[in-house]
């Protein structure tokens, strides 16, 4: 708006190397120097440990000319280790090849940074070498970090040639090193460190540098102990590379509270989101249900106990409310949100969902039962909290004042528009919130009707499928709208009941759910294959036809990987085959341009134009990552409902560009399951005994 004052510009991430093991990421450049200012640092628990760690060589003779290694390469061995090569050229053999180079691993834990230097002659003259490194820590909060607007907190430096260490109110780190320096040299709050090296002809040096870190949180985060691994095979090499670089970035994603060890879930993503998000958790423990159920399980108990108890507007909890958002410590400092945040209208109807999914996996049964309480008020919250008027919709408001402005999964302020770019008006019914409560009523009948004796379950039943109804024929009264590109429902519903009729991809989230007859969701998948929003490499937010499109705009225009896969499992599950595979192709072709590493969000380009980064995306993050399992199993076509001892495997005919296709690491009920599709689409599976396997051809 003209006269506003500009806000401060996130730091740029895309061009970044990134390592994570949740709780901790470490952002360097792709050369692995970790240099001043910005993003770049070892970020643990929200704060900063380590805001400087630089690799330079100099010549004995000529101490000031000081150079960092030229990069030659790079590789990311596993989401939580990197090695990162260079080469001096101050140093080696008097020919035109370089003989010196600097060869760095870094390995990060969830409280501790491992960085080894070795330093490797390949000449035949022997070198003199002066290696420094330059390590510093500012215990800068995240949100800080993330706002451009870095103001750390008081450092106490203490440096000698043993033991390094940086001490402020928001806790300490450590770093030792081995073998020790020759000469320490503090500045600020920076310390570097040198080391005399004598290198002999065809030889090597090395250095380990060891960081550790404490801090106000250490008590609340752990790693994850749920083992996610996945082998694919394919005639698409893209759809390879994607999975497996997505479960082993997932396996770095994940995280529990200390207190309860083996309740594993996904944290949202590096480095703005390593704690528990409801929402991200959720969709990420539904996507990675092929992988097992542990996650999902851990992911259903940590935010059980976390279940809304009573009315605070300014948390935006109520009574059997899933939690959006858990902060805490001093990296919430800057955070405008309360620690434990409630503002979401989706969370609560996507737990119960997920708790449906995971018991047609094969979640335990003593598991299951152990969560019915939970069930009960969520389901109490959907039937009785979410939907404020009485109109039989849900919607939302923030009554504080200080919350989320918008509360569905696109919550930016401007992510609702109407057709003409007005900003819609809460209180905000959005479409696919509708839908979710659909899919929960529907979810926990068929749960409710099975665990549950007869004559207890029998009258909620029945009510909750009465329920779905009301909402299915309310919505169908009064989202629908048109443009020029046919019929769909509108985004939301604003203030005054009015349809906001922008065509957005929340249209995706509609499909398979209940909600819609066929001749909707064909209606649906006609609107989501229209070029203005399938740019051809997923789903764009909002329609390119709208007059405030931005392809690079947080919700209007974007590509989220995770929406698409959404859409993707939703077109398949209702019969639109080759939008589906559309879709999912798109993805999966524009993942070679991230180096297999799917961005939280990015540019929703034209195919004839350049895949653009959105620069301040989280990468990795967990459910683009988990978007990888969702587009194998719609490839697939497979369900699977332990309960009833049947698995379906029905590769659709449409991903044929995909066959053949093999995945290992599949699991259902605790069976290690394998499938495998040959070129012409028909499926074998093994490993699925005891069970009803119905394995057909496309």
Known sequence: ???????????????????????????????????????????????????????????????????????????????WSARFVGVSRLHGDPIADPTVSVERRRELEADRLVERVALVHNGRLDQQILLHVRVAADHAPVPWIRSGEVTAPDVVVAASAGRLEWTSAAGSTAVRCTPLPDYVVQEGDAVDLTWRVDLAARTSWHLELVATGQGAEDGALGPGSV???????????????????????????????????????????????????????????????????????????????????HHDPVAGEQPGKIVHEIRG???????????????????????????????????????????????????????????????????????????????????SADAVQHADGRIAEAPLALCEAQAYVVKACLDAASLLEVVVPASAARERCARLREHAHVVAETFRSSFWVDDARGRFPAIALDRAKQPVGSAASNLGHLLATGLLDAGEEAAVAARLSQPDLDCGRGLRTLSADHPYFNPVGYHTGSVWPHDTAIAVLGLARSGHDDVAASLATGLVDTSDHFQARLPELFGGTDLADPVVAYPAACRPQAWSAASAVALLQAALGLEVNVPAGTVKVAPRAAFASWFPLQVRGLKVAGRDIEIVVDRDGMPTVRGADGLDVRACRP
């Not at 692995?32 to 993003?39: C, F, L, N, S, T």
């Not at 670089?245 to 997932?250: C, E, F, K, N, P």
């Not at 423990?285 to 935010?303: D, H, I, K, N, S």
């Not at 209208?345 to 969560?371: K, M, N, Q, Y």
Request: hydrophobic fraction near 40%; aromatic fraction near 6%; include cysteine.
């Open 1 to 79: 708006m003209e006269g506003s004052p500009r806000p401060a510009a996130q730091p740029f991430l895309h061009e970044l190397a990134v390592c994570v093991r949740a709780p901790s990421t470490l952002l360097s450049g792709r050369d692995g120097q970790v240099r001043p200012g910005g993003v770049q640092g070892w970020l643990r628990h929200d704060v900063r440990q380590l805001s400087q760690l630089v690799v330079a060589l100099t010549r004995p003779g000529d101490p000031q000319r000081r150079v960092e290694p030229d990069d030659i390469g790079s590789s990311l061995d596993a989401a």
């Open 227 to 309: 083992p996610l691994e996945m082998e694919v095979a394919s005639s698409r090499a893209e759809v390879a590379r994607l999975a497996e670089r997505s479960v082993a970035d997932l396996a770095g994603l994940t995280a529990a509270f200390r207190d309860r060890p083996h309740d594993t879930f996904a944290t949202a993503g590096s480095p703005w989101y390593l704690t528990l998000f409801g929402r991200d958790a959720i969709w990420t423990a539904r996507f990675a249900l092929p992988l097992g159920t542990q996650l999902a399980g851990g992911t259903l108990r940590a935010l059980a106990r976390r279940q809304g108890t």
């Open 329 to 411: 410590g001093p990296g919430i400092t800057g955070h405008q949100l309360p620690p434990v945040y409630y503002g979401t209208i989706d969370a609560t109807p996507l737990w119960i969902s997920l708790l449906h999914d995971a018991w047609r996996w094969g979640l335990p049964d003593a598991e299951v039962r152990a969560l019915l309480p939970h069930l009960d008020r969520a389901l109490d919250w959907v039937l009785l909290h979410a939907d404020a008027d009485g109109d039989a919709l849900v919607e939302y408001l923030d009554e504080s004042g200080s919350g989320l402005v918008n509360q569905g999964w696109k919550d």
